[in-house]
């Protein structure tokens, strides 16, 4: 009913950047909160950043200063962008939406994820 697909991870080294990017697709009537999680290898799912639908942005500790998220309502496109990566940073990074296709009852909706990892 709602597809994420993330794009934009790769291998970068040590203060580098990279984009993600995030388009939803297929039966959407409303999209509430947009997100960015990660899951590190032995790790558990982690949120990075989260927007609401009017921009008001929520970052984790590790993000601030140096991540920004942002979101197209348009486009139904969220993107992150990521300056300064460290090695710590090195995760496969998912894509979240609150979504509803019906109009009444929302879901949380998760893209395939895309590997991003910070090396020399």
């Known amino acids: 009913q709602v597809q994420l697909v993330e794009s934009g991870g790769g291998l970068v080294q040590p203060g580098g950047s990279l984009r993600l990017s995030c388009v939803a697709s297929?039966?959407?009537?409303?999209?509430?909160?947009m997100g960015w999680y990660r899951q590190a290898p032995g790790k558990e799912r982690e949120l990075v950043a989260s927007?609401?639908?009017?921009?008001?942005?929520n970052y984790a500790d590790s993000a601030l200063g140096r991540f920004t998220i942002s979101r197209d309502n348009a486009k139904n496109t969220v993107s992150l962008q990521m300056n300064s990566l460290k090695p710590e940073d090195t995760a496969v990074y998912y894509c979240?939406?609150?979504?509803?296709?019906?109009?009444?009852?929302?879901?949380?909706?998760w893209g395939q994820g895309t590997q991003v990892t910070v090396s020399s």
């Open positions: 979240n939406a609150v979504a509803t296709p019906s109009g009444i009852r929302y879901s949380d909706y």
């Open positions: 297929g039966s959407i009537a409303s999209i509430s909160a």
């Open positions: 927007i609401t639908r009017y921009g008001l942005p």
